[in-house]
């Protein structure tokens, strides 16, 4: 069975089903392959392997997904008694006290965690290259970033190691490394997955769990099994009108979708690879009947969004801080975290309770702003990334006060949709003559994975991109 690494996760669980293949088998395929492939990129970080080879064998759940492996991020998700870092070298060995709602609700499932992929310190940049683990390297090109912050994630499906990877998204940390790894990355709408018992909201309610999959079928049967509302979440998510997996290969009718493919203000990188990636889809989607026209939200680009935004990372960043080193004991030094890291950690020990209530007072009324261009629009489409891949240690080259910058100028795209909660999903539609991948991204209304399930699939199924496989993969 020596490709079904390579198939998707709703294949192998209905291997497993129709009994052609045991759950151990599959967790042995694939720490084979993890074995053999993991070396080279860096994508998994720490492994479980006994461990998954007891679950394999025992009687596992009977849930839709009962013997398929996984991998979770270093990153959310933790399982009691296991060790998970944030990427952070202090907390390398702290094993955590509880296990997530969504470790529960992934275990609930049928899937066998075999260990925890590579991710950057808190999460708070866009590529997988952190001071305390190796970097993550793409498997379309070793030498390329990953995106982050689910980067290892992105990289250990890309190159076959299993079919779906948890992942987790603040500012597109989702979406961001699919685009470059050349993956399905589906951000849920806000509330839709739980982060409890521990967190109540993160990043101002901007972050949301997920996962990273190969085809959307995976994306939605993942969300399927992972957004069981739990008593007294912060946000709770419209129910949507039936199961993510029967959206799948339903037709969308004829759906107005607006189109943007440079971002609206001069700082923000605009390659014309992604310009194409979206003319591509553009030219894709209109052929399947869709109204097509340039549009796009007026509050997109407004200029006061990134300050707002670096704010609640601040603020976060600082408090998180210090609730590790109640869990460790002792402080953690800044000559133990990156300067990025440091920097945040000091502008939110800084800041003020009334200029963080302003930022969030910002946010509440500019989501407004956005939210309304979608009362005569379904779909926004537009680039996932301001660029392709971009070579390993790009956004530090020139030093960490220009760091911040590069990392913002990456990013045109995505994070606006974790700060109004709208889901978003990159789609692979596009590779560079080079071979690199290149997403799209479309955003639906709030709460409306359904609409992007359906199109998603819609184009799957026009431009077929699951077969194709990164140079990484004997």
Same mark, same amino acid.
């Given at each position: 069975?020596?490709?079904?690494?390579?198939?998707?996760?709703?294949?192998?669980?209905?291997?497993?089903?129709?009994?052609?293949?045991?759950?151990?088998?599959?967790?042995?395929?694939?720490?084979?392959?993890?074995?053999?492939?993991?070396? %080279?990129?860096?994508?998994?970080?720490?492994?479980?392997?006994?461990?998954? %080879?007891?679950?394999?064998?025992?009687?596992?759940?009977?849930?839709?997904?009962?013997?398929?492996?996984?991998?979770?991020?270093?990153?959310?998700?933790?399982?009691?008694?296991?060790?998970?870092?944030? $990427?952070?070298?202090?907390?390398?060995?702290?094993?955590?006290?509880?296990?997530?709602?969504?470790?529960?609700?992934?275990?609930?499932?049928?899937?066998?965690?075999?260990?925890?992929?590579?991710?950057?310190?808190?999460?708070?940049?866009?590529?997988?290259?952190?001071?305390?683990?190796?970097?993550?390297?793409?498997?379309?090109?070793?030498?390329?970033?990953?995106?982050?912050?689910?980067? +290892?994630?992105?990289?250990?499906?890309?190159?076959?190691?299993?079919?779906?990877?948890?992942?987790?998204?603040?500012?597109?940390?989702?979406?961001?490394?699919?685009?470059?790894?050349?993956?399905? $990355?589906?951000?849920?709408?806000?509330?839709?997955?739980?982060?409890?018992?521990?967190?109540?909201?993160? @990043?101002?309610? *901007?972050?949301?769990? *997920?996962?990273?999959?190969?085809?959307?079928?995976?994306?939605?049967?993942?969300?399927?099994?992972?957004?069981?509302?739990?008593? +007294?979440?912060?946000?709770?998510?419209?129910?949507?009108?039936?199961?993510?997996?029967?959206?799948?290969?339903?037709?969308?009718?004829?759906?107005?979708? $607006?189109?943007?493919?440079?971002?609206?203000?001069?700082?923000?990188?605009?390659?014309?690879?992604?310009?194409?990636?979206?003319?591509?889809?553009?030219?894709?989607?209109?052929?399947? +009947?869709?109204?097509?026209?340039?549009?796009?939200?007026?509050?997109?680009?407004?200029?006061?969004?990134?300050?707002?935004?670096?704010?609640?990372?601040?603020?976060?960043?600082?408090?998180?801080?210090?609730?590790?080193?109640?869990?460790?004991?002792?402080?953690?030094?800044?000559?133990?975290?990156?300067?990025?890291?440091?920097?945040?950690?000091?502008?939110?020990?800084?800041?003020?309770?009334?200029?963080?209530?302003?930022?969030?007072? @910002?946010? *509440?009324?500019?989501?407004?702003?956005?939210?309304? @261009?979608?009362?005569?629009?379904?779909?926004?489409?537009?680039?996932?990334?301001?660029?392709?891949?971009?070579?390993?240690?790009?956004?530090?080259?020139?030093?960490?006060?220009?760091?911040?910058?590069?990392?913002?100028?990456?990013?045109?795209?995505?994070?606006?949709?974790?700060?109004?909660?709208?889901?978003?999903?990159?789609?692979?539609?596009?590779?560079?003559? *080079?071979?690199?991948?290149? $997403?799209?991204?479309?955003?639906?209304?709030?709460?409306?994975?359904?609409?992007?399930?359906?199109?998603?699939?819609?184009?799957?199924?026009?431009?077929?991109?699951?077969?194709?496989?990164?140079?990484?993969?004997?």
């Amino acid at each position: 069975m020596g490709e079904t690494t390579w198939l998707d996760a709703t294949a192998q669980a209905d291997l497993v089903r129709r009994g052609e293949v045991s759950p151990r088998e599959l967790a042995e395929e694939a720490i084979a392959r993890i074995e053999a492939v993991n070396p %080279r990129l860096d994508a998994v970080i720490r492994t479980r392997f006994d461990a998954a %080879r007891a679950a394999a064998g025992s009687d596992l759940p009977a849930g839709p997904f009962r013997g398929v492996p996984i991998l979770f991020k270093d990153l959310g998700c933790m399982v009691a008694g296991e060790p998970m870092a944030f $990427g952070l070298g202090p907390l390398r060995d702290m094993a955590w006290p509880v296990t997530s709602y969504l470790a529960e609700q992934f275990r609930a499932a049928g899937f066998i965690s075999l260990g925890r992929t590579n991710a950057p310190e808190l999460g708070t940049t866009v590529t997988t290259e952190s001071r305390s683990f190796p970097p993550a390297r793409n498997p379309w090109d070793p030498g390329r970033s990953t995106g982050g912050s689910s980067g +290892g994630s992105a990289a250990a499906v890309a190159a076959g190691m299993v079919a779906v990877a948890h992942a987790n998204d603040g500012g597109g940390s989702i979406r961001i490394p699919a685009s470059e790894c050349g993956l399905v $990355g589906l951000k849920p709408t806000r509330g839709r997955v739980s982060q409890g018992p521990l967190i109540g909201e993160a @990043w101002a309610g *901007g972050v949301i769990d *997920g996962a990273v999959t190969r085809t959307v079928r995976d994306a939605a049967g993942v969300l399927d099994v992972i957004s069981t509302p739990m008593p +007294g979440e912060p946000y709770y998510a419209p129910p949507l009108p039936r199961p993510l997996v029967q959206e799948v290969g339903a037709d969308p009718g004829r759906l107005r979708i $607006g189109v943007l493919d440079h971002p609206g203000a001069e700082h923000y990188l605009d390659d014309p690879q992604c310009r194409a990636a979206v003319a591509v889809a553009a030219r894709l989607l209109e052929s399947l +009947g869709h109204h097509i026209e340039v549009s796009a939200p007026a509050a997109m680009f407004e200029q006061e969004l990134p300050g707002h935004f670096g704010t609640i990372i601040a603020a976060d960043a600082a408090a998180t801080f210090e609730a590790f080193e109640m869990l460790l004991g002792r402080p953690i030094g800044d000559d133990e975290i990156e300067p990025r890291n440091a920097r945040y950690r000091r502008a939110g020990r800084e800041l003020g309770a009334v200029a963080y209530l302003q930022a969030r007072a @910002w946010f *509440g009324m500019w989501a407004r702003r956005m939210a309304h @261009w979608w009362n005569d629009h379904d779909l926004l489409l537009t680039p996932t990334l301001g660029a392709p891949p971009p070579e390993l240690g790009w956004f530090t080259a020139a030093g960490p006060q220009e760091e911040y910058a590069r990392v913002s100028s990456f990013i045109p795209y995505t994070a606006q949709f974790n700060m109004t909660g709208q889901p978003a999903v990159s789609l692979p539609l596009h590779w560079t003559p *080079g071979g690199l991948p290149v $997403g799209v991204q479309l955003a639906a209304a709030y709460g409306r994975e359904d609409v992007l399930v359906r199109v998603a699939s819609q184009l799957e199924q026009a431009a077929p991109w699951s077969e194709r496989r990164p140079p990484v993969h004997a």
